[in-house]
């Protein structure tokens, strides 16, 4: 079978309207709340800790485990429960939430109300990022929609259980999407990521027990429910279970969200994505956004679950697969991301603070072929003192770009010492220069 | 809570369950660099100067990183290194990302030779950098408040100032603003940082990126001489250290005593110490002719003897000022060698419940701050810490963070009660009495704290006492100014038969020796003033010229705090001795003063002798007495010696009218609460520019109904007089305003009303 496409999340995305409420409920949509509501809420949460899910967001935590650090209830302490989805998708190259609810905001509001049930939480937050107005319409109606047909509010279902749900949107911050950070944000301060313990499970929101999920998990519970944890735990691997959207962008000829089990390769996806574009070759990429370090043509067969990739060097990260072909330059590419990272440090700790502005100028430098070999020494130990010394991962993974393209492509980093310059000529690699 | 052995560069260490592992190293003396640490805030993590090595986190796996050491708990069994390779390298790396975008100006740098970056960037640092690149550039400095400003490129964002802010005094008003390299310390527009503790953040900015109006480029560090001292703002005794060059102060810092003030003083105590350098009295002087003449010491004490061994009857009133050593010259001075017991240290609104109150339940005891922390719950009545007691408002405010229950009796609901989390019982002046009876919650394990406002409430004291005997909460007075307390211990009340300062006063005494009195402070300063005229012979001891100068007959120049040795005596009760800073020529003590004119009065020719002038008084023969020896046992015949009747007047005219019952006034006027704000017209506060820019703008507090129907500003018209002031809305005890005591003309007293009336309110027009 040459089609290893396994469309769950994505299955309704080319229907007509697929974003609202008729049209989600015409393939059986909130069908799993039924489902979920006449379960325990504790059985609802075996379930998903069953099926294998880990946390689409990047690190990979098992998503069942994660909701079971909330303390039991207690009734000595009143303090409510929060589930708080972090839609905050800002990662470079990342582009799988966002298409997520755009295109069916429904199966994450439905993930919500299900695992809200599942945690006993009374009200749940979308946390989206707010540069994304129209998926923030699409989500708020799809929220009214969802409170009209008795989803959310009081009662739903029938069941007594009740569920509030708020679509708040940020201000544009990256660090917001580091869970602590996006707490803040949503109390009204400034994102900075906290201190930790207390860990958002016993002080989160409010200082309430509170869950925080990324927007793909969430939206993978009602599938898990509808059909199972076996049938989820089948698919992928065996530490790397289920389905998850791979986002291809860059150099491919079909770049889009490729729903695959966990544990299939690049070389098959860029096979479905139609091949690297004419004429060139795959020279690098990203096998989970930006911060996850790069991989070569040698990576191809890597499997693409959280065990392969780690094993190869890099994380699976939010599976963003930037695919670079030879027409790129990797110092402008990893100029490009510092400069991101640099604009997008909290401030809060010295290493991220200093260390990107101070690596953005010696790769300026680099770029315009001003520097010194040493310049890569020098790079290489800036990144030594950033990474495992910030506060956050946020320095951690503007460290992962500089240190994997120098172990890759230390040669062309000097090419631009021998040569004064950049030795690529940028035009080569837009969208439209084959055109020309 | 139990105890935890770890290892730190292989020393074994034990510590609570808890401890920091950077406090834990402190306990063996391994000093690890740090920046956002401070042991008095709550941990952050945010410079990671701290990073340290853990090999072994005691569960017999290590961190594959270095751990910041201020923000992990210790564990058994822990292993840390914080000098090997692993940690030192990860030292040096965040020295260098730190001097990446700082300025490197230490030559030029307020901070230069005390600044923390500095010392830790040459004990932690590589001594070069690898920075070849652009520095970030702020235009600077830029004002904070109008007296602390920040240097924006010097900042290393470490929070210290707006932990500080945000966690002590609560008073946020500093935060972080913008990201990444362009974070900074900002205020929100057109809102300055507005604290009485604002000093602190400047003092423990670990770089020179905050300094004060006042001190910046003034001095460096290296050319002052430090002594420590005591702060005489209040009656707090706070520790302090004053820096000096050259005979001058240049700077005032809070001492570390964590017993008393922790780390923390407030603006007044650091920045309000010019006062002793302007219109000081620099020699005595004695009027001849109806002017005052600067004349000599000899001369001038002789006098002075002579004109108080001339009156039939003298009164006392040595003011709050003074040291426990003063205090008890004073107590000697009047009671053996003046015989009078017309003594009284109270320049305010007094009472003889007061009197009564201070010798039978102040003098002697002993409540202190560490007393507060364990009680269960502390009740304030009278009392305006923020404002009246600022070291005893931070020890309150953080009591109450770790669960202590405070209760204030109070006329409004202010901000400093909403600071201390207290619950505001909404009281009327004069209603304190009645309500202390309905105070909840009090037990054996409770403080109750008065004020000395209680003295214009009738009964309040005594229903103070009998709270906490029928509870057995303990009890202490919480007075204004530094020598109250001192002057309770060292008995400066009066004696039996005497008069109190209000009945020295209305009772037209021969002479008056006055020390640290404003006249406009008493309870009627018009009439002390007229009293000064009356008198056939006043003296002043003082530091600066006052109302009393004008009216003096002698006047004797006296030391300030700096210029003496001495101890106060905090509202606790606590001795808080103080070396002198500067040893200044003829800078006398009162003490020192008093024992000049003893001895002239002992031995008058003596003393007169040495004076080449035409002295009225030096008259007789003998031999000469040292000053320093001690006063005979009686006074020579003849001289002045009041019996316990006196020439006081009845009893009845001393008697000061009840204040108003709290209720609502039958006349239709209004209560007139009133306190000393923080930074005010005190005295001690002149000529500190920068430090009065920093005032809270006075407002007076009315009723918001009455507010809505008056506008912003109204005419409040007493007894005494009228005033047309800005008024804010405020939650009151029924029938009440609050005016500060002394932040606008002469003062309330003066200007206002008398104490314990009412008011009328009015629109301005």
Redesign the interface.
């Known amino acids: 079978m040459t089609d290893t496409l396994t469309p769950v999340l994505t299955a309704n995305w080319g229907d007509e309207r697929a974003w609202t409420l008729p049209a989600y409920a015409e393939q059986g949509g909130y069908d799993a709340l039924d489902v979920a509501l006449g379960m325990a809420p504790e059985d609802v949460q075996t379930m998903v800790k069953d099926s294998g899910l880990r946390g689409r967001g990047g690190a990979g935590f098992p998503t069942g485990v994660k909701w079971g650090f909330l303390p039991p209830p207690d009734p000595e302490n009143p303090k409510p429960r929060y589930l708080v989805v972090n839609a905050d998708e800002s990662e470079p190259g990342t582009c799988k939430d966002i298409p997520l609810m755009m295109a069916s905001p429904h199966t994450l509001v439905e993930g919500v109300i299900i695992s809200s049930y599942a945690i006993r939480a009374e009200r749940a937050f979308i946390y989206v990022r707010g540069e994304v107005l129209h998926v923030i319409r699409r989500l708020q109606a799809a929220v009214r929609e969802a409170y009209a047909a008795g989803h959310l509010g009081t009662n739903i279902h029938g069941s007594g259980y009740d569920l509030d749900l708020v679509v708040h949107a940020g201000a544009g911050a990256y660090i917001c999407g580091e869970e602590t950070a996006l707490l803040d944000s949503l109390e009204g301060r400034r994102g900075q990521p906290r201190l930790r313990p207390p860990f958002p499970a016993v002080a989160g929101l409010y200082a309430s027990p509170t869950v925080i999920n990324n927007a793909e998990s969430i939206a993978s519970v009602p599938a898990i429910v509808k059909n199972g944890a076996d049938w989820f735990a089948g698919m992928g691997t065996e530490k790397s279970a289920g389905v998850g959207i791979f986002s291809l962008s860059g150099h491919v000829k079909k770049p889009g969200q490729y729903e695959a089990p966990l544990g299939i390769t690049l070389r098959k996806l860029i096979e479905l994505a139609g091949g690297v574009r004419e004429g060139h070759e795959l020279k690098f990429w990203t096998p989970g956004g930006s911060s996850t370090p790069l991989f070569t043509q040698e990576h191809l067969d890597v499997t693409l679950d959280f065990e392969g990739v780690q094993a190869a060097g890099s994380m699976l990260g939010t599976r963003a697969l930037q695919i670079f072909d030879d027409s790129v330059c990797v110092v402008r590419a990893v100029l490009r991301w510092t400069e991101f990272y640099k604009h997008e440090s909290c401030g809060k700790c010295t290493p991220c603070r200093e260390g990107t502005w101070w690596l953005v100028q010696v790769l300026e430098r680099l770029e315009k072929g001003d520097g010194k070999p040493e310049d890569l020494d020098l790079l290489l130990d800036q990144c030594d003192n950033i990474l495992g010394r910030s506060f956050c991962a946020l320095g951690d993974g503007a460290t992962s770009p500089i240190t994997s393209s120098i172990q890759y492509f230390r040669d062309e980093y000097l090419a631009h010492l021998e040569q004064g310059g950049c030795p690529f000529d940028p035009a080569t690699s837009t969208a439209w220069a084959e055109s020309k | 809570m139990s105890d935890v052995t770890l290892k730190i560069d292989g020393a074994d260490v034990t510590v609570p369950e808890g401890t920091l592992v950077i406090r834990a190293a402190e306990q063996v003396g391994i000093e690890i660099p740090r920046f956002c640490d401070h042991p008095l805030l709550a ?7 701290c ?1 340290v090595d853990i090999p072994d986190a005691g569960n017999g796996r290590g961190f ?3 751990q910041a050491s201020c ?1 992990i708990p210790v564990a058994e069994g822990m292993v840390v290194e914080t000098q090997n390779s692993t940690a030192v ?2 030292q040096h ?2 020295m ?3 001097l ?2 700082h300025p490197l100006d230490c030559p030029v740098c307020d901070k230069g030779g005390e600044c923390p970056l500095q010392n830790q960037a040459m004990s932690h640092g590589q001594g070069e950098t ?2 070849e ?2 520095k ?1 550039t702020f235009p600077k400095p830029i004002n904070l408040s109008p007296n602390v400003l920040l240097d924006r490129e010097r900042c ?2 470490c929070q210290r100032c707006t932990r500080f802010a945000a966690e002590i005094p609560g008073d946020p008003g500093i ?9 900074q310390i900002g205020i929100a527009e057109d809102k300055p940082f507005s604290s009485y503790f604002s000093g602190n953040v400047i003092q423990i900015c670990p770089v020179g990126a905050l300094t004060s109006d006042d001190y910046r480029f003034r001095a460096r560090p290296f050319d002052l001489v430090s002594t420590p001292s005591v702060a005489e703002h209040d009656a707090c005794g706070a520790a302090i250290r004053i820096d000096h060059r050259r005979g001058k102060v240049m700077r005032r810092l809070a001492g570390n005593d964590p017993e008393v003030n922790e780390e923390w003083i407030s603006d007044k105590d650091r920045f309000g110490f010019r006062y002793a350098v302007r219109d000081r009295l620099t020699s005595p002087m004695i009027r001849e002719d109806g002017e005052l003449r600067p004349a000599s010491w000899l001369e001038a004490v002789a006098v002075a003897a002579a004109g108080l061994a001339a009156a039939g009857s003298v009164g006392v009133l040595p003011g709050g000022r003074l040291t426990l050593e003063d205090a008890k010259a004073y107590a000697t001075f009047a009671r053996d060698t003046l015989r009078t017991p017309h003594i009284d240290f109270r320049s305010r609104p007094l009472s003889e419940e007061e009197t009564e109150f201070l010798r039978s339940r102040v003098a002697g005891t002993s409540v202190t701050y560490a007393d507060l922390d364990a009680a269960d719950h502390v009740v304030l009545v009278g009392l305006e810490p923020e404002d009246e007691a600022g070291t005893l408002f931070l020890r309150l405010r953080k009591a109450n963070k770790a669960g202590l229950r405070i209760t204030t009796l109070s006329p409004y609901a202010s901000e400093g009660s909403r600071k201390l989390g207290a619950e505001v019982v909404l009281t009327a002046p004069g209603a304190e009495k009645d309500a202390l009876s309905q105070v909840n919650g009090v037990t054996d394990a409770s403080v109750i704290l008065v004020g000395e406002r209680l003295a214009t409430s009738q009964g309040a004291y005594s229903a103070a006492a009998d709270l906490a005997d029928r509870t057995g909460a303990r009890l202490a007075w919480v007075p204004r100014r530094a020598g109250d307390r001192g002057a309770v211990e060292a008995g400066l009340l009066p004696g039996e038969g005497g008069l109190d300062a209000d009945g020295i006063v209305r009772a037209g005494l021969d002479a008056l020796l006055v020390a640290g009195v404003d006249p406009d402070d008493t309870a009627d300063p018009d009439a002390f003033l007229a009293a000064l005229d009356r008198a056939g012979f006043v003296v002043s001891l003082e530091q600066r010229v006052t109302a009393v100068t004008e009216r003096a007959d002698v006047v004797l120049p006296v030391a300030t705090a700096s210029e003496k040795a001495g101890t106060f005596v905090t509202w606790e009760g606590r001795r808080r001795p103080f070396e002198k800073v500067f040893d200044k020529p003829a800078a006398y003590s009162d003490a020192e003063v008093l024992g000049h004119i003893t001895t002239s009065l002992v031995e008058p020719a003596s003393a007169a002798s040495g004076v080449e002038t035409n002295t009225a008084s030096s008259s007789a023969e003998g031999d000469r007495v040292g000053l320093d020896t001690p006063p005979p046992p009686s006074l020579r015949e003849g001289a002045p010696s009041l019996g316990a009747s006196g020439r006081a007047s009845s009893p009845d005219d001393l008697t000061r009218s009840p204040s108003g019952s709290g209720g609502s006034t039958d006349e239709g006027g209004f209560h007139l609460a009133t306190w000393h704000l923080m930074l005010d017209n005190g005295t001690l506060q002149s000529g500190d520019k920068a430090l009065a820019a920093t005032a809270r703008p006075a407002f007076v507090r009315i009723p918001a109904a009455l507010h809505e129907q008056l506008g912003d500003v109204v005419t409040i018209t007493g007894d005494r007089g009228s005033w047309t002031l800005p008024a804010l809305p405020a939650e009151l005890a029924e029938g009440t305003i609050w005016v500060p005591t002394n932040s606008f003309g002469r003062g309330v007293w003066a200007d206002l009303a008398s104490p314990g009336s009412t008011v009328s309110v009015e629109g301005a027009k």
Request: glycine content about 10%; proline content about 8%; aromatic content about 6%.
């Open positions: 941990p952050v993590g945010a410079c990671r100067q990073l594959p990183k270095p923000t390298k990860a790396g965040i260098e990302f730190l990446v975008n690898r920075f690149g652009t970030r290393i964002v935060a972080l603003i913008q990201r990444g390299a362009q974070q």
